[in-house]
């Protein structure tokens, strides 16, 4: 029989714990020197005990069923179906297409799919129910998994308009569509993106799902949200476990039982065009965060997304960094991985409790849809962006390479394809809409600016 070693040590209760790190900080006071503050208001402590744990929230996270996705924006029908075959054969479990013509031919483009094991999501920057039928028509016949990812509040918040529909109105549109896949989605990433704190993140991802419940008659389809995930790796696991926690809170209220359908991706925030191999760590940990947050899609982005063109090499890298961590680092193998830690269980409390108080908050005064339109959504958005610029152009917020040990003989003019800052498209709009802009962006103009 095995010896009990534990029996040889005495226990360490939390107050022995403080008073041993008291002495040895030779008079520095304990909550001034190690004790620190997010921007959501959470005080992090030096450590956790189980003294001091809260009762766990009941958290189900699947991370031995996540999914690699690959996004593939669709022009080109031949070159996308091309595109997607290859990403397949090399590791993409899950595709999301980007269509923005209503005439595309998607029977086409999935006609030789792998559909029986591959999960499809598709964005669609239009509303058309005869675009959806003919999607379903084909989910039918192959008996395929379809998210089709509608979110015409989204599309207000990020354009400033509504779609353009032939019905009276956009929820009318979703109204008489019935469907047997998944057609609502919620862009949470828009938020985050634009610079919301991750109390913020959560509880207006969670108004936006409200609005639908309230104006959608049945909803029995998994919702899909779709998030983005920061380099803050222990806050970022927490966040998308009270995400989900809080998403089950509300949608019992309305008698949903399908759980939400997370599909994560790494925030373009600080993400940066100088140093830009570094985006490479970034995404790594931001990756990391969404299988242990309990992602069930991760859509990985690739170093060079900023000022590249797709290409074939950038994918292959983006989902390597997916591949490596789930076959080689084995981190589907355990469900619930999160699980048992005091600091992740402590911050997914917190995070749950500030954005529940936040989401009553935006009911209590109207919603999220009277918030957006008059302009409280944005505002309290650009508050929080506005400090972490802040932090940024002082240095207490470090994008390494750029604002913390630069190579100044790094040279990009020449090696931009795409436009990486925020772009000004005058146009007549219901709502101001809210953008979304990199931390980098002001100090990488000046830097192109003085390149010889």
């Avoid at 699947?62 to 075959?85: L, M, N, P, W």
């Avoid at 009553?360 to 109207?366: L, V």
């Avoid at 709009?429 to 931390?439: F, G, M, Q, V």
Wanted: include cysteine; proline fraction near 3%.
């Amino acid at each position: 029989m095995a010896e009990n070693l534990f029996h040889d040590f005495e226990p360490v209760s939390s107050k022995q714990w403080k008073q041993q790190i008291q002495f040895e900080l030779k008079g520095a006071d304990y909550n001034d020197t190690l004790l620190w503050n997010s921007p959501e208001g959470i005080q992090v402590k030096p450590f956790y005990h189980v003294d001091e744990a809260t009762i766990p929230l009941a958290v189900t996270t699947k991370a031995t069923e996540f999914k690699i996705g690959q996004a593939i924006f669709v022009h080109d029908i031949d070159k996308s179906i091309a595109r997607a075959i290859d990403s397949c054969k090399r590791g993409a479990e899950s595709l999301y297409f980007m269509i923005e013509n209503e005439e595309t031919d998607v029977a086409k483009l999935l006609e030789n799919l792998p559909l029986d094991s591959v999960a499809i999501h598709f964005h669609l920057t239009f509303l058309s129910i005869d675009f959806v039928k003919k999607i379903e028509t084909i989910a039918k016949a192959k008996n395929a998994k379809f998210f089709i990812n509608l979110d015409p509040i989204g599309h207000l918040a990020k354009e400033g308009n509504w779609f353009t529909t032939a019905e009276k109105d956009n929820f009318e549109t979703l109204n008489l569509l019935s469907s047997e896949s998944s057609i609502l989605s919620v862009d949470g990433s828009l938020y985050q993106n634009a610079g919301a704190n991750m109390v913020q993140q959560i509880a207006y991802t969670l108004a936006h799902v409200n609005e639908y419940f309230n104006r959608i008659v049945t909803i029995d389809q998994p919702i899909v949200l779709k998030v983005a995930v920061g380099t803050n790796y222990f806050f970022e696991i927490a966040k998308l476990r009270a995400l989900r926690i809080l998403f089950h809170l509300i949608a019992k209220e309305y008698n949903h039982t399908q759980d939400c359908h997370l599909l994560v991706m790494p925030t373009k925030r600080n993400k940066t065009i100088y140093d830009y191999n570094v985006n490479m760590l970034r995404t790594t940990t931001e990756c990391m965060s969404a299988i242990f947050g309990g992602a069930d899609t991760i859509i990985n982005q690739p170093y060079d997304a900023l000022y590249h063109k797709d290409n074939e090499f950038g994918d292959r890298i983006s989902r390597n960094q997916l591949l490596i961590l789930k076959k080689e680092s084995y981190f589907d193998k355990v469900d619930n991985p999160a699980d048992g830690s005091y600091y992740i269980e402590s911050l997914t409390q917190q995070l749950a409790e500030k954005a529940l108080a936040l989401f009553k908050d935006i009911e209590a005064n109207g919603g999220f849809l009277k918030q957006l339109s008059d302009g409280t959504i944005k505002r309290k958005i650009q508050e929080s962006a506005d400090n972490e610029q802040k932090l940024f152009d002082e240095g207490k917020e470090i994008l390494l390479g750029t604002n913390k040990y630069p190579n100044k003989n790094d040279k990009m003019k020449n090696d931009l394809e795409l436009f990486p800052f925020v772009k000004i498209k005058p146009r007549k709009t219901l709502i101001t809409p809210i953008i979304e802009k990199r931390l980098a962006e002001q100090t990488e103009q000046e830097r192109l600016a003085a390149e010889i």
